[in-house]
């Protein structure tokens, strides 16, 4: 790693006590509140301070630096017990999610751009353990820096780790990160063994479908919320990153309307007596239902831009005349049980 001027860069918002030394005599330094122990220097990095936060939850940071590069280490359980090892626990992305939020919204960094997040093996092979990364580009204080992200979770305790060079010394980001998810790797190694407490496997997805007298518009619902989840299991960037209520965006909520509808038209016809879908059948058969959950139903945060080949004036023209006492409904709702999984970084 090469040497050029970068101050420490610390994830705003948290407020730090006095900076203690927590070196060792025997040349390590134990990051509090954790057992965990690292040598004072990680190649040229050297340990420069320890901060207690005033918070408890927030256990301790750790900074080492050296010209240009800045490394700092958080050590926290955020009041939790019993945290999953590992980063692919819903506490471990949701740490995850709020650091990320820390780059992109909050401090003084501007021109944030997100490279790319990845899940990362910390050393070579198959027994190695893992930390969620993201990779960011910004400028601070007139500074343009890269910076890598990691989160993970051991022994009780979340560990996040930020490893800043200043844009000259941006091809040095890989060599850098190598050595420095070793080192943590070989502490977490060094630590005592201790056994893993078996842990029921979640189903992939839940899903709620509102009760109903009529049961033509319930298996409708239900067919509605299995392509929702097939859709997003195909397509895991539309999911939730660490689980949650799904909330679909346009083309996932126009195919499931469309397999409810023709889960709802398949059914005997004494029993389709839902308002609701029949009002929905008249839309289709006028050959506007693209329209319709353009219109009713996109997903705002990610549907910004119409699709070609909407006719969305004659649609309106329909809806004012066909729909004006129309309720939207969506009996069914899917709640996904898992955290989004990360792709390993790009080979070389």
Known sequence: MRRALLAGLL???LHAGGAHAAAL???????????????????????STENRFSDRRMGGAFAYNTSGISLNIYVYDYGMRDIPDGPDSVAACEQFESAKREIEKGGNYQNVSLRGEFSRAMKAGDASPVVREAVYEFDRNGIHAVSALWVTAADGYFLKLRLSLRAELADELDAASEEVLGTIAAALAARPPKPTPARAAAQEASIDVDATTNDA?????????VELT??????????????GGLVPGFTAELAARQVALRDYRLRDAATRTSSYFNELERVDAAGFLDEYVWHYLRNERVDSTPPPGLDLGAFEQFRQRELATHA?????????????V??????G
């Open 11 to 13: 994830i705003a918002g």
């Open 25 to 47: 005599g025997d040349n390590t330094v134990r990051l509090t509140p954790s057992q965990f122990k690292l040598p004072q220097n990680i190649g040229p990095l050297r340990y």
């Open 217 to 225: 518009a319930a298996a409708a619902w239900l067919a509605y919320a």
């Open 230 to 243: 097939r859709f997003s299991r195909e397509h895991p960037e539309t999911r939730p990153p660490c689980g």
């Open 328 to 340: 939207v409904q969506s009996g069914a709702r899917v709640r996904i049980n898992a955290v989004r």
């Open 342 to 347: 990360l792709p390993a970084p790009p080979a």
